[in-house]
């Protein structure tokens, strides 16, 4: 039977469930043994998302428009 392991991905930074036989300490990370322990089925994978970039833009023009209108 497969187990998988949790690993996070040194490129991307998504984390998800990896057959043990396919990991490589080159591509991924271990995420926390003792939070994720070896499971016979996959778990659901997180996504990483850069919020830094994305809270410092300022607000839509759309938006500005509308205030200076009222």
Do not use: C, N, W
């Not at 016979?40 to 428009?65: E, H, M, N, V, Y």
């Amino acid at each position: 039977m497969t187990k998988y392991i949790r690993v996070k991905s040194k490129a991307t930074k998504h984390e998800f469930d990896l057959p043990v036989q396919l990991f490589d300490d080159e591509l991924y990370t271990r995420v926390d043994p003792d939070r994720y322990p070896e499971t016979p089925r996959p778990r659901r994978p997180k996504t990483f998302l850069p919020l830094g970039k994305r809270a410092k833009t300022t607000a839509s023009p759309d938006l500005a428009d509308r205030e200076s209108a009222s």
